[in-house]
């Protein structure tokens, strides 16, 4: 069972920024895409960014131009680099991965989630 584990949350300044990680238990390259979603107090669960195999990289239209995605094969672990945050951006970020070995249906891994919190 793959396990994902979320780091780098925490308190920043509106305007600042955090990365932050997403650390898997084995290979990412049977991983594809990964994802950052996020869920505010109160509201659903949104998606943030997902990043493909190949480097493909799409972007929630309120993060775009200030967050990036990425990932390092060698080292297990995705990224969401974190520019220019505002209180909205404030919530519980988490990891999100599709197997793809599973080839009879969609089947995702998650993360426990890191706290971001961004004042004004």
Not at 26 to 54: D, F, H, N
Not at 64 to 83: C, E, H, P, V, W
Not at 93 to 99: D, I, P
Request: hydrophobic letters at 30%.
């Amino acid at each position: 069972q793959v396990q994902l584990v979320e780091s780098g949350g925490g308190l920043v300044q509106s305007g600042g920024s955090l990365r932050l990680s997403c650390a898997a238990s084995g290979s990412i390259r049977s991983l594809s895409p990964m994802r950052w979603y996020r869920q505010a107090s109160g509201k659903e669960r949104e998606l943030v960014a997902t990043i493909t195999s190949g480097g493909t990289t799409t972007y929630a239209e309120s993060v775009k131009g200030r967050f990036t995605i990425s990932r390092d094969n060698a080292k297990n672990t995705m990224y969401l680099q974190m520019n220019s945050l505002k209180p909205e951006d404030t919530a519980v970020y988490y990891c999100n991965a599709e197997a793809v070995w599973v080839v009879e249906r969609k089947y995702e891994f998650w993360g426990q989630g890191t706290q971001v919190t961004v004042s004004s």
